[in-house]
């Protein structure tokens, strides 16, 4: 545990925790009691979290210990594998030949690594900069936003392409380049990709306080303290989603159309 | 004979289109039949360069592949079957909407018409605004779908009118219909394109 933050911290006993679950499982028997048919879906994702989280702590535990760079950086490149497959299957139209994964992974390691190396050597100062307990949990955060504006980007450029072809092509038989004549599907994916974080920003500190502030806070830590770098987080997780979402969806847009200006819709997986 | 104004030569897409040779004279129209699914419309795609397709095609002797395929589309002008639109207005869709207005009364179109709402248009109007949208920019060659099968006989009689102006100016139009009274008014030119081959020449 940090020596900063030492004493004060609430400490977790099993038999707590297994206190809480009954509620967990209280809800499971309801929506069973109601046939809402989740149950078992519920159920199953409730058990993989609670197993999933175990093994991280053990992971990250023994990572930590090590502070190595190659385990470090092998870490961040499953993350990011595990990111890349997360946003293709989230596609309803995916991009073919494997092009999606590819624009996905890709623009999430450009972003997010870019951001956190620069949040590494300067705000946070780690020394070594790449040690894991600052590296890990800071890219985890950045990467899952990440993901998810890319993920919401994506599919909303493929499904604006479908219904806006005509229109597109219309533009495209008057004398428009690609680049004019998606603006309009462009802009509309780019929105949708902004969404999650932009809402985030604006109802951060009102409606919700972050799991991570509140965590740093029941872990003992000022609240102002807290905040700090919560805004950290914030900024960098604002700054990692932007560039990501913005060149996934224009690189999406590049590849599903082509040199001689066409629309290329035969490069997306029906 | 001069150099055509425009000519293809090999294009083709496999398993979907061949066409050895297509000439068009500049002042001609050539009419295209062919039933449904022979590749009419991708004839016309493929020349328009919308779809990659081997080959080459020219305008006055000017490849394609040596100009930017905007500025090839500017100088042919595909208007296809079922227009498309990317704004709520009809005025956004033209570059001068005031100058356009001038044109809808020939057209057999109500003067306030670039102020609707696109929502408001019947396939015939939307068909009419879609032709007019690309004879205001000036092309050398037409390439029509079927331009006037949602039009009533006056309409018809306006849209035919402005072609026979357009190739009287010296333009040139390839006209894919299904009417053989429209094809006999206007075509210079027939062929007919069967299961993605164009056929030779059949007396106009």
Known sequence: MNPELG???????????????????????????????????????????????????????????????????????????????????????????????????????????????????????????????????????????????????????????????????????????????????????????????????????????????????????????????????????????????????????????????????????? | MAAPLLEARGLSRPGLLQVAHLSLQAGELLAISGPSGAGKSLLLRALVDLDPAEGEVFLSSLARSAQAAPAWRRQVAYVPAESGWWESDVGSHFSDPKAAAAWLPRLHLSEGAMDWSLQRLSTGERQRLALLRALLAKPKVLLLDEPTSALDDAAEAAVETLLSEFISAGGGIILVTHDTSQAARLATRSRRLEAGRLLDETPA
């Open chain 1, 7 to 270: 004493g004060q911290a609430v400490s977790l006993g099993w038999l707590d925790l297994a206190i809480a679950s009954t509620l967990l499982l209280a809800s499971a028997a309801l929506a069973l009691a109601l046939q809402l048919g989740i149950t078992r879906s519920f159920l199953i994702a409730a058990a993989r979290m609670t197993i999933q989280l175990l093994l991280i702590g053990q992971i990250l535990t023994w990572l930590f210990a090590q502070a190595s760079l190659w385990l470090t950086l092998a870490c961040g490149a499953v993350m990011l594998l595990v990111a890349g497959y997360e946003v293709t299957s989230r596609q309803e139209r995916q991009l073919t030949s494997g092009w999606s994964f590819l624009l996905g992974t890709g623009t999430m390691t450009l972003s997010s690594t870019l951001v956190l190396f620069l949040a590494l050597t300067t705000q946070i100062g780690a020394d070594p900069w790449y040690d894991p307990r600052y590296a890990i949990p800071l890219f985890g955060m950045i990467l899952g936003n990440a993901m998810t504006g890319i993920a919401l980007g994506l599919n909303s450029l493929t499904a604006r392409l479908e219904s806006d072809a005509r229109g597109i092509e219309a533009q495209l038989l008057l004398g428009a380049t690609r680049w004019q004549a998606l603006r309009p599907s462009l802009r509309h994916a780019l929105r949708s990709g902004f969404m999650p974080i932009v809402n985030s920003m604006a109802a951060t500190g009102l409606v919700a306080l972050p799991g991570m502030m509140t965590g740093q806070i029941l872990a003992g830590a000022a609240p102002t303290q807290a905040v700090k770098y919560q805004l950290l987080v914030m900024f960098l997780i604002a700054s990692a989603t932007s560039l990501g979402v913005v060149a996934a969806v224009l690189a999406s847009a590049w590849r599903v159309t082509d040199h001689r200006d066409r629309l290329r819709l035969d490069r997306l997986r029906s």
